[in-house]
């Protein structure tokens, strides 16, 4: 018994030793590739031979004319420029001198069998106006009514030698109108469509109301 526990562990022993040798790099077993092994003084030198800090790469010529662009370096002639202004006179600009308001007036005129409310300067549409051309210039003499920022000149019918002054600008058709007829039971259906003929006046003035009494409204 006790040779054969002997013989076991003999073999045992000389198991473990062949399977050590065979787990070895064969660099370190070969004599032949011993160069290829690296000390560890020689990976010393090696690690401290590279740099610690990355390699700056020179940018391409497009980036740094555009880096250049963006980032103009500063002179010295602006810092000095405020200086060179101090110097220089002063110009003020003149104030703008207002425009003349217009004056607050307005007028009730009769045109055809219609009243409309004028004010100079605006424009207005009238039934046509026969034999009035663009840029003519006409008077409307059935005033009605005029009014001012302090009094009123009421006309009876109309305000004497009162008159509004208008130009033509345009001679136009109105907006469509549709007229539709029916009669029940008979099959009849009339669908028509109409157009009215206007003018369109622009007011330019009123004159001739001063002479006529007025009624003065307390401010």
């Given at each position: 018994?006790?040779?054969?526990?002997?013989?076991?562990?003999?073999?045992?022993?000389?198991?473990?030793?062949?399977?050590?040798?065979?787990?070895?790099?064969?660099?370190?077993?070969?004599?032949?590739?011993?160069?290829?092994?690296?000390?560890?003084?020689?990976?010393?030198?090696?690690?401290?031979?590279?740099?610690?800090?990355?390699?700056?790469?020179?940018?391409?010529?497009?980036?740094?004319?555009?880096?250049?662009v963006e980032a103009?370096?500063?002179?010295?002639?602006?810092?000095?420029?405020?200086e060179d202004d101090?110097?220089?006179?002063?110009?003020?600009?003149?104030?703008?001198?207002?425009?003349?308001?217009?004056?607050?007036?307005?007028?009730?005129?009769?045109?055809?069998?219609?009243?409309?409310?004028?004010?100079?300067?605006?424009?207005?549409?009238?039934?046509?106006?026969?034999?009035?051309?663009?840029?003519?210039?006409?008077?409307?003499?059935?005033?009605?009514?005029?009014?001012?920022?302090?009094?009123?000149?009421?006309?009876?019918?109309?305000?004497?030698?009162?008159?509004?002054?208008?130009?033509?600008?345009?001679?136009?058709?109105?907006?469509?109108?549709?007229?539709?007829?029916?009669?029940?039971?008979?099959?009849?259906?009339?669908?028509?469509?109409?157009?009215?003929?206007?003018?369109?006046?622009?007011?330019?003035?009123?004159?001739?109301?001063?002479?006529?009494?007025?009624?003065?409204?307390?401010?």
């Amino acid at each position: 018994m006790v040779s054969s526990t002997l013989s076991l562990c003999s073999s045992l022993s000389v198991q473990c030793k062949i399977s050590q040798k065979s787990r070895s790099s064969p660099v370190s077993s070969n004599p032949n590739l011993g160069f290829l092994s690296l000390s560890s003084t020689t990976k010393l030198s090696l690690s401290s031979a590279l740099p610690s800090k990355r390699v700056a790469f020179p940018l391409p010529p497009k980036a740094a004319a555009a880096a250049e662009v963006e980032a103009p370096p500063l002179l010295e002639a602006d810092a000095s420029k405020p200086e060179d202004d101090a110097g220089a006179p002063v110009v003020e600009a003149s104030p703008e001198e207002p425009a003349p308001k217009r004056e607050e007036i307005f007028a009730v005129v009769m045109v055809g069998s219609r009243q409309y409310i004028v004010f100079p300067g605006r424009f207005i549409y009238t039934q046509r106006l026969k034999g009035a051309s663009v840029n003519d210039k006409i008077v409307l003499k059935k005033v009605l009514l005029v009014g001012t920022k302090n009094s009123t000149y009421i006309g009876k019918p109309v305000v004497t030698n009162a008159a509004v002054h208008a130009v033509v600008e345009e001679q136009l058709l109105d907006k469509k109108v549709i007229v539709f007829k029916y009669k029940k039971k008979k099959n009849y259906r009339r669908n028509i469509g109409h157009r009215q003929p206007i003018t369109r006046i622009r007011i330019t003035g009123i004159t001739g109301y001063q002479d006529y009494p007025a009624v003065t409204l307390d401010s």
